[in-house]
């Protein structure tokens, strides 16, 4: 990807969550100054871009660090070590406008929703405090929204209560819309709303993007929903990327034993005349990210495991145009293409 189609940029971000009671009692013990603090690395290494307009889905089992990711897009958390870029600015240093500049649509809408405050007052408060709108036109901006979003402007002078789960994830949407961000990070949107309500959510999310121009990353560990939504897809597991490119390349042709691992876990239904489809969960149990396996981290789970992987941990590199793998034997079978086109 050209560096001027790079609007959304993480380069090498990594984030330690230490335990304070852990490193106080090191501290106790005169401990605290052999060694850095012990800790867990919930996101390691990862660098990955994303064009204006486009949808990153980021996927992977629970526990892989992708919320982390998420919040450290969205300025919540910062990176123990990398950057983040959003448009060339860093989302880091530019203050008061990070709030403007990325919005999270967040899981349970139920939760992301002060309980005590009209709805309406909700969308509006961003806006005003960061003078995207004045108070007295506040009321018709919320409106505005309400109508995108699916929703009755009258309803703006309810509580959140009186809402049921979809409506609520509309008011979610409409609040972070309302903020005009330039990246919007969708974690879980729609993980818990019943099936019927989630095809809704999700045919709103897309018109919205079209409609607006928006640039998101859409996290999700449901791989039908990503793959409907999505651009790019990144594959997340244990903290790093173990596979990058465009979605439908990844989806049909996965390059990394995660990645195929992955979709052969989830169960289908044969269609008429088809072959009885397997469901096949993946082995094993996720390692603990308090103490991670040496080199690749999917290596005690890989069919395809060699002693190389367990040495070193691959790095993410090309094996077809537009993809990228962590995978000794991605990177591995590409070499061997190569030399039986030379020959």
Not at 153 to 175: D, E, K, T, V
Request: charged content about 20%; overall charge positive.
């Amino acid at each position: 990807m050209k560096p001027r189609d790079q609007y959304l940029k993480v380069e090498d971000v990594s984030k330690t969550f230490t335990s304070r009671q852990t490193l106080g009692d090191r501290i106790a013990r005169g401990l605290a100054r052999k060694g850095p603090p012990p800790g867990l690395k919930a996101v390691s290494g990862v660098t990955l871009d994303l064009a204006k307009g486009q949808t990153l889905g980021l996927v992977g089992e629970s526990g892989c660090g992708k919320s982390t990711l998420g919040r450290i897009m969205a300025g919540i958390h910062s990176p123990s070590e990398g950057s983040v870029r959003i448009d060339g600015l860093p989302v880091m240093e530019q203050g008061k406008k990070t709030t403007t500049a990325v919005q999270t649509v967040f899981q349970d809408p139920f939760a992301s929703l002060d309980p005590r405050m009209k709805v309406g007052d909700a969308v509006a408060e961003g806006p005003i405090l960061h003078g995207l709108v004045m108070p007295a036109m506040a009321q018709k901006y919320v409106e505005r929204w309400f109508q995108r979003v699916g929703l009755d402007p009258s309803l703006s002078h309810r509580y959140p209560h009186q809402f049921s789960g979809g409506q609520r994830q509309r008011i979610a949407i409409a609040r972070a819309l309302a903020m005009q961000p330039k990246l919007l990070i969708c974690d879980e949107p729609v993980a818990s709303l019943d099936v019927s309500i989630q095809a809704q959510v999700i045919n709103l999310f897309l018109e919205l993007r079209r409609e607006l121009e928006l640039t998101c990353v859409f996290i999700s560990h449901d791989l039908s929903v990503v793959r409907h939504v999505s651009d790019r897809v990144a594959v997340m597991y244990l903290g790093r990327i173990v596979e990058l490119g465009e979605t439908q390349s990844v989806f049909d042709r996965p390059a990394h034993p995660y990645t195929a691992a992955l979709l052969d876990s989830v169960p289908r239904i044969a269609a008429e005349g088809e072959a009885l489809v397997e469901f096949k969960p993946i082995e094993g149990e996720i390692p603990s990210p308090l103490n991670p396996p040496p080199g690749c981290h999917f290596a005690p789970r890989c069919p395809r495991a060699t002693p190389e992987c367990s040495a070193s941990a691959p790095a993410l590199a090309e094996v077809a145009p537009g993809r990228r793998a962590a995978c000794h034997y991605a990177q591995q079978e590409l070499r061997e293409a190569a030399a039986r086109q030379v020959a």
